[in-house]
């Protein structure tokens, strides 16, 4: 719901009706948002707006050709999580900012996964020079526990709501008790010596993932991160649904990248201890060496498969 406010408020501020949203991105399953999303979740439910574009991620050139005086924003994920947690390349936020600006188009950043000191910066957009028009937050913003999201906006953009502020509603809007939490997330977030402690964990996590992939080089081919938001590139496309199952077992909760299910998302939780990085590390190590006796077995039943059509 807060991505699709978020749409709402840029096609009411800018009287413009396209948006513009990157391949293999996730904003959710909801009215706008699913729009903005994988035509494998759109096309069950006849979503194919025209007015929705979609561009590959890290790609200036692709932003600057789909921006025209019809496009109202720009949305995209700062790491784009689902697509396997990738950077962005040096300079390309800024340069999306940019052609925004030229564009009067707005730029929408969702942080529901990023945002809240997940990269060691209260906001991931802080690590790249630019300030969005909008962010989007959600997950952790109680907690992961009681439902709350919010948009958050800039001041030139509340105008929208001026003449007639019910214009967007809802029953459960208000969220008074997830207000409550999500305050008290924003002030343990925010605090200085909280930070410090999300990026010593990640140097920890950076050298103890860099050592576990030195021991399964052909297996675990290379480390995405940010702060403590990290993905774990793998062999291939079986190999994160694999590792995903053999983590599971030997206690640890992970998740392979939808849409590239070749990197496993690695998200420990920044309230973890120093401590706890070594059964963390030592589980994971367990779960790779499962992991790779399990992948040519089911390397060769999904080979036969696809062969006999089975
Ligand atoms: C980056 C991102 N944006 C938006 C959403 C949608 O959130 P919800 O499932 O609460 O609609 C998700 C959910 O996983 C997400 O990861």
Same mark, same amino acid.
């Given at each position: 719901?807060?991505?699709?406010?978020?749409?709402?408020?840029?096609?009411?501020?800018?009287?413009?009706?396209?948006?513009?949203?990157?391949?293999?991105?996730?904003?959710?399953?909801?009215?706008?948002?699913?729009?903005?999303?994988?035509?494998?979740?759109?096309?069950?439910?006849?979503?194919?707006?025209?007015?929705?574009?979609?561009?590959?991620?890290?790609?200036?050139?692709?932003?600057?050709?789909?921006?025209?005086?019809?496009?109202?924003?720009?949305?995209?994920?700062?790491?784009?999580?689902?697509?396997?947690?990738?950077?962005?390349?040096?300079?390309? !936020? &800024?340069? *999306?900012?940019? %052609?925004? +600006?030229?564009?009067? /188009?707005? #730029?929408?950043?969702?942080?529901?996964?990023?945002?809240?000191?997940?990269?060691?910066?209260?906001?991931?957009?802080?690590?790249?020079?630019?300030?969005?028009?909008?962010?989007?937050?959600?997950?952790?913003?109680?907690?992961?526990?009681?439902?709350?999201?919010?948009?958050?906006?800039?001041?030139?953009?509340?105008?929208?709501?001026?003449?007639?502020?019910?214009?967007?509603?809802?029953?459960?809007?208000?969220?008074?008790?997830?207000?409550?939490?999500?305050?008290?997330?924003?002030?343990?977030?925010?605090?200085?010596?909280? !930070? &410090?402690? *999300?990026?010593? %964990?990640? +140097?920890?996590?950076? /050298?103890? #993932?860099?050592?576990?992939?030195?021991?399964?080089?052909?297996?675990?081919?290379?480390?995405?991160?940010?702060?403590?938001?990290?993905?774990?590139?793998?062999?291939?496309?079986?190999?994160?649904?694999?590792?995903?199952?053999?983590?599971?077992?030997?206690?640890?909760?992970?998740?392979?990248?939808?849409?590239?299910?070749?990197?496993?998302?690695?998200?420990?939780?920044?309230?973890?201890?120093?401590?706890?990085?070594?059964?963390?590390?030592?589980?994971?190590?367990?779960?790779?060496?499962?992991?790779?006796?399990?992948?040519?077995?089911?390397?060769?039943?999904?080979?036969?498969?696809?062969?006999?059509?089975?």
């Amino acid at each position: 719901e807060a991505i699709d406010t978020s749409l709402k408020i840029a096609r009411a501020f800018t009287k413009r009706k396209k948006i513009i949203s990157v391949q293999g991105g996730y904003h959710g399953h909801t009215g706008l948002s699913l729009q903005t999303g994988d035509a494998k979740y759109r096309t069950p439910f006849l979503f194919d707006s025209p007015d929705f574009i979609q561009v590959p991620f890290n790609d200036c050139k692709a932003i600057e050709n789909a921006l025209d005086i019809e496009v109202a924003a720009v949305i995209l994920e700062t790491i784009p999580a689902t697509l396997g947690m990738v950077l962005p390349q040096k300079g390309y !936020l &800024k340069t *999306v900012k940019d %052609l925004c +600006e030229k564009n009067k /188009s707005l #730029l929408i950043l969702d942080e529901v996964q990023a945002g809240l000191s997940r990269t060691g910066k209260l906001w991931a957009f802080e690590h790249f020079d630019l300030v969005p028009d909008m962010v989007v937050l959600a997950k952790g913003l109680s907690g992961g526990i009681y439902p709350i999201t919010a948009t958050v906006i800039d001041q030139k953009l509340e105008s929208v709501f001026h003449k007639d502020p019910f214009i967007h509603i809802s029953t459960s809007g208000g969220s008074e008790l997830g207000c409550v939490v999500a305050k008290k997330v924003l002030e343990i977030s925010a605090n200085s010596n909280f !930070l &410090k402690k *999300v990026n010593t %964990l990640a +140097e920890l996590f950076s /050298s103890e #993932l860099q050592n576990l992939q030195k021991k399964h080089p052909k297996f675990f081919r290379g480390i995405r991160q940010k702060g403590l938001m990290m993905g774990l590139e793998l062999k291939d496309d079986l190999a994160g649904p694999i590792l995903t199952k053999t983590a599971f077992d030997n206690d640890l909760l992970l998740i392979y990248a939808n849409n590239d299910p070749s990197v496993v998302q690695f998200l420990p939780p920044l309230i973890m201890e120093q401590k706890d990085i070594e059964f963390v590390i030592t589980q994971l190590d367990k779960a790779l060496k499962e992991a790779k006796i399990l992948h040519p077995i089911l390397k060769l039943k999904t080979t036969a498969q696809s062969l006999f059509k089975l």
